[in-house]
């Protein structure tokens, strides 16, 4: 199973727009160039991507069917794609047993009709932060992005501003 960043057919702005940097935007890279690292701490074990879901379809059902999929793990949020209506991603309260989660898929992959099918995600390695204070500094945010409690975050490889 792809991740939605990886796979090609796959608009990696399908959950917002892509915003160019700003003035006053930091960008924070925590991607240490560690080519030997497990796959699996790639992967946000919270989130999940459905696709095609039917564009009919009542929030109940689809609680109802994500509930299935997780083994009743507690649903955070569902985001629906800003560009496509059959498109959401869920965030679970705590970690999903994908393998779990895959075997339940390939049980029932059909829901009023539309084949659904599913992508992991993954975690992003860099962010973007607009309108900053301009005072803010750097140190600062690289406390903020490496503190687990506050951000849940880890290592911060770079932080960069952009000057324009």
């Known amino acids: 199973m792809e991740s939605p960043q990886s796979a090609k057919s796959i608009d990696p702005n399908i959950f917002g727009p892509s915003a160019p940097p700003v003035k006053n935007s930091k960008s924070i890279n925590n991607n240490i160039n ?5 796959q699996l701490h790639d992967i946000d074990l919270r989130r999940l991507i459905l696709f095609n879901l039917p564009i009919d379809l009542i929030q109940e059902y689809l609680e109802l069917y994500l509930e299935y999929l997780s083994g009743e793990t507690e649903i955070e949020r569902i985001d629906y794609s800003n560009l496509e209506d059959t498109t959401v991603m869920v965030t679970f309260k705590t970690d999903l047993d994908m393998t779990e989660v895959r075997r339940r898929h390939g049980t029932r992959t059909k829901l009023n009709d ?6 992991e995600v993954t975690s992003p390695t860099t962010v973007m932060i607009r309108n900053l204070p301009a005072d803010i500094s750097r140190d600062v945010i690289e406390l903020y992005f490496s503190n687990r409690r506050r951000s849940d975050g880890g290592l911060v490889a770079d932080v960069s501003l952009d000057h324009e």
């Open 34 to 38: 560690n080519h030997n690292h497990n």
């Open 114 to 119: 539309s084949e659904i099918s599913l992508a």
